[in-house]
């Protein structure tokens, strides 16, 4: 696995051997990128479901400011790790080894921004209740005012047009993965 594009292009990232990770196809990382093009230069992005970092280091690559990593894995954040070493992102990276709901009912740490402006989401794949995640996340204050939230998942699994402050905004397939986009709307418009 390598980075797709940007300043890091080409550069190989390091892939845990017999783990059960299903890390973003280098495909679908690319066209994500793509359609945030202009969303990512100097962002605050939070990686859930981190697992190789490969997401978020696209992200640094293009731009982004800073990248808040977060995985239950001890094993994966050991590789997460080594690749923000590779890529020479060590001061713009927080890799946290904790799992997603305990994160999003935390404050922020030491170093985290109270709010981000991308947030990537990719659940274990066969996840089904999506929508209690982006309650969750809805909730926690962790996404920035009109920022946004991308979700990857198994693309028969159904996903809310609108939960709590967010909004669904985009869908876009790449053969069994679907990339759902969520804005975050000020809370005084919300339902």
Known sequence: MRVVAGKHKGRRLKEPEGQDLR???ARVR???LAILAHRTRDARVLDLYAGTGALGLEALSR???QVVFVDNHVASTRILRENVTRCEYDDQCIVITQDVETFLASSPSFGEPPAFDLVFADPPYH???????????????KTAAHGLVILEHFFKHAVPSRIGALTQM?????????????RRTTEDTCD
């Open 23 to 25: 890390p973003t196809p």
């Open 30 to 32: 690319e066209a994500l």
């Open 63 to 65: 731009g982004a400011r």
């Open 127 to 141: 996840t089904t209740d999506l929508g209690t995640l982006l309650e969750r996340l809805s909730m926690s204050g």
């Open 170 to 182: 985009r869908q876009s397939r790449y053969g069994d993965t679907m990339l759902t986009f969520y």
